[in-house]
């Protein structure tokens, strides 16, 4: 069972995290990097203010439990095939 799903509706897109799967503060972790990467995009950024928000995105990643990460890229590499 994959422990973070995604639905998308025409006005938002929803991520359930089970209780179980990841503590406040790594849901607090992700929230902030998912509202950095909003920002970023809203942005424009040269090429080495990007690679620096990428080192800081990946050093977050890393943090958050190892069968977090595998859902989200489980997740990630699902949106890719849909598009």
């Known amino acids: 069972m994959n422990p973070i799903s995604i639905h998308y509706t025409p006005e938002a897109s929803v991520i359930t995290v089970p209780v179980a799967t990841l503590s406040p503060s790594d849901v607090s972790r992700l929230i902030k990097a998912l509202r950095f990467e909003a920002l970023a995009q ?4 040269d090429d080495s203010i990007m690679d620096i928000a990428e080192e800081v995105h990946s050093s977050s990643y890393q943090h ?15 949106l890719h095939s849909r598009a």
């Open 64 to 78: 958050l439990p190892e069968h977090v990460r595998q859902a989200l890229e489980e997740e990630e590499n699902n």
């Open 42 to 45: 809203d942005v424009a950024f």
